[in-house]
């Protein structure tokens, strides 16, 4: 739409809040919160209409990975738009999708030789769950219909991806629409027993795994999990011995694992994939977000030759895997995702992004100690900070009173993003991020904090 004198620039918030429904959001609440009208972005800062600056220390729900408008990735997409924007990917194929799929494979924990494209996160999530079913039952295994996931887990909010979440704030409200899998407990560090280890801890919730596989492992197809990092669910980090021993138990008792890396695939984690942390593949390896740098929507579901096999056959005899998206593989989103790629193998990103993380370690140092902080953890470019009523207790400030709200307010007076999980303020910053910038965002955090629980 033009800035007509009846649309003016200056109003575009206005605007949007007459005709456009906002994710995630009660649109209600921006009777009384700012509605940010960006207009431009650039590394890791966003301008808004009015001449503000942002900094983006989410990654614009985590995606960004390189910051806004890298040039490599915008050079690519021009170039790729003088070639060719879009074809559909059944009976056809084109240059960016097979070269990327190849560099996946090239990346990926060894064993993963197959790459199916779909839009984004949840999509991948329904990919892999109906694959999983679907392999089961093309071997003649029907009984096999049912998923594990941990406590805390989120994976998206389509139907399928929603039925594997547990996190009561997405789910609840569309209970009778989904199917119910069994919940393992959850190795998140924070909810280890008083005096446990770290080891005793991933003893413990492995046993409680065992247990559930040996009861159902029958009618179990694939467990779900995300490696390393729960995180819609709060930021929830455990250690990467659980994952060693969720794949051992899932050979043991001859069911799917897949891993989840939507959000914490692309070096978020310290490694490119969270997975290699424990030296296991997958079956099911899903990735989205980070894989086009933060341009485009793409998501692919990396398998196996031995899962491929089961649906190749005449067909007649009904074994395909008739599932698709209209944008599958798009051109134009592949090659963002190849110009990423390219990043991480021509620059040391990873190298760097350990000076990164150490320095947003030492600077959350001094929330440690907080009474109104529980934890302070971090895995890689991920960081969160618990923030609590009582700190001996752990007692929850109540839902209703919005603490995080605050500090997110907050953050927006002093231009930082900091959109809160829950009373869990975190940090994902792009990977452009300098140490000036992490100063300030835990700063402002810090800040937030003070006033959100005055």
């Not at 007692?395 to 002093?414: D, S, W």
Request: aromatic share 8%; proline share 5%; with cysteine.
């Amino acid at each position: 739409m033009s800035n007509s004198p009846d649309h003016p620039k200056s109003s575009l918030s206005a605007r949007d809040l007459a005709v456009v429904w906002h994710p995630c959001t009660q649109m209600h609440d921006h009777e009384t919160i700012p509605m940010l009208a960006i207009e431009r972005a650039e590394g890791a800062w966003l301008q808004a209409s009015d001449g503000r600056r942002y900094l983006d220390a989410v990654s614009s729900w985590w995606t960004n990975v390189f910051g806004h408008r890298h040039p490599r990735i915008v050079a690519g997409l021009k170039d790729q738009l003088d070639r060719l924007d879009h074809i559909m990917l059944a009976g056809m194929t084109h240059e960016p999708a097979v070269a990327l799929a190849e560099q996946l494979i090239r990346l990926a924990p060894p064993g993963l030789s197959r790459v199916f494209y779909a839009d984004n996160g949840s999509s991948a999530i329904e990919v892999a769950l109906k694959m999983s079913f679907h392999y089961w039952r093309n071997l003649g295994r029907r009984q096999r219909t049912r998923f594990i996931a941990l406590t805390g887990s989120y994976h998206g909010e389509t139907i399928g991806a929603l039925s594997v979440t547990d996190v009561p704030l997405y789910r609840n409200t569309y209970a009778p629409l989904l199917f119910e899998p069994l919940l393992a407990p959850s190795p998140d560090a924070y909810l280890r027993a008083s005096g446990e280890t770290s080891s005793q801890h991933v003893a413990r919730t492995l046993g409680k795994m065992r247990d559930l596989l040996a009861k159902h492992a029958q009618e179990v197809a694939a467990v779900i999990v995300e490696p390393l990092v729960q995180c819609a669910g709060g930021m929830r980090m455990h250690d990467a011995a659980y994952l060693a021993g969720l794949r051992r138990l899932c050979d043991e008792f001859d069911v799917h694992l897949i891993a989840d890396e939507i959000a914490v695939g692309f070096g978020r984690t310290g490694t490119l994939f969270a997975c290699e942390q424990a030296a296991i593949t997958p079956d099911f390896l899903c990735l989205s977000k980070g894989l086009t740098g933060g341009t485009l929507p793409l998501s692919a579901v990396l398998t196996t030759s031995a899962i491929h096999a089961a649906f190749y056959a005449e067909y007649s005899s009904g074994k395909a895997f008739l599932h698709s998206h209209s944008y599958t593989g798009n051109a134009l989103a592949c090659r963002a995702a190849l110009e990423t790629i390219a990043i991480f193998n021509d620059e040391p990103v990873l190298v760097a992004n350990r000076t990164l993380s150490t320095h947003l370690a030492a600077r959350l140092e001094a929330l440690r100690d907080h009474p109104h902080v529980s934890d302070v953890r971090q895995t890689g470019m991920i960081a969160a900070v618990e923030m609590v009523r009582n700190r001996a207790t752990r007692e929850e400030f109540p839902a209703n009173e919005r603490r995080a709200l605050r500090v997110y307010l907050h953050g927006l007076t002093r231009g930082v993003i900091l959109r809160p999980l829950g009373n869990v303020i975190y940090f994902m910053p792009p990977y452009c991020v300098t140490i000036d910038e992490i100063d300030l965002m835990v700063d402002v955090a810090i800040e937030g904090i003070e006033r959100a629980v005055a």
